[in-house]
């Protein structure tokens, strides 16, 4: 099946830095990818979905300004938490999807906010 | 709004059958997924069911679909100590949005 990376895979910081995750197709190009939001025993929430080249569109209560998402290429997004604070403490995860086809899910990033 | 519940944690002997349940509210759900998380690995798709459609197999996995109760379940014959892991119920209109269930963990023991 199709390869999907994060990095990092796992991050600590300060509050009030910003912190920036990869998510990467490693062997398609993925016109659509989607950012979940991970919390301990609890499902995944979808945050944000972005096409490559446009705008990200964000799920009911997700901050956009905080969560700042680049689709810049067909294998790269990034979503960079900014001015972290310990409540943004999570399990990020990514998926790519070429073409409405089945979403290939990266092996996700915990984030730590100290 | 959309809501998909599973219980928590499941427990089973190697060798034996595990039945993991899954609850949706959404009636427009059109495909209904069941995915697997280990440790360190991203989450894979192990199969979905169309919502015309009651019952799937596939090897040792059989989805059933009771759309009148909007109930799902997994079964997965003869459990392995390597099908330990949290297993996710997934619904979706289209193939974009999914929702997702708390997650069942399964402990299989030998």
């Known amino acids: 099946g199709a390869v999907v990376s994060q990095h990092p895979s796992w991050v600590i910081c300060k509050s009030g830095t910003s912190v920036k995750i990869e998510c990467r197709s490693l062997?398609?190009?993925?016109?659509?990818m989607f950012w979940y939001r991970q919390f301990p025993k609890q499902s995944l929430m979808l945050m944000a979905t972005s096409n490559e080249g446009s705008k990200a569109t964000y799920e009911q209560g997700v901050e956009k300004d905080k969560f700042l998402i680049n689709h810049a290429s067909l294998t790269l997004s990034t979503l960079t938490v900014t001015s972290a604070h310990p409540e943004d403490s999570s399990f990020y995860i990514c998926?790519?999807?070429?073409?409405?086809?089945?979403?290939?899910f990266g092996p996700g990033t915990r984030l730590t906010v100290l | 709004g959309e809501d998909v519940e599973q219980s928590l944690f499941l427990s089973v002997r190697e060798g034996d059958s595990s039945v993991i349940n899954c609850t949706y509210t959404d009636s427009s759900s059109t495909y209904l997924y069941w995915y697997k998380q280990e440790p360190g690995a991203g989450l894979q798709l192990l199969t979905y069911i169309f919502s015309n459609m009651d019952m799937k197999q596939d090897q040792r996995l059989t989805v059933l679909l009771n759309k009148k109760d909007k109930h799902l379940s997994l079964r997965i014959a003869d459990t392995q100590t390597g099908d330990s892991a949290i297993y996710f119920c997934?619904?979706?209109?289209?193939?974009?949005?999914?929702?997702f269930g708390t997650g069942t963990r399964l402990q299989v023991f030998p």
């Open positions: 997934a619904e979706s209109y289209n193939t974009d949005k999914l929702i």
């Open positions: 062997d398609f190009q993925a016109t659509t």
């Open positions: 998926s790519a999807q070429l073409a409405g086809d089945e979403q290939f």
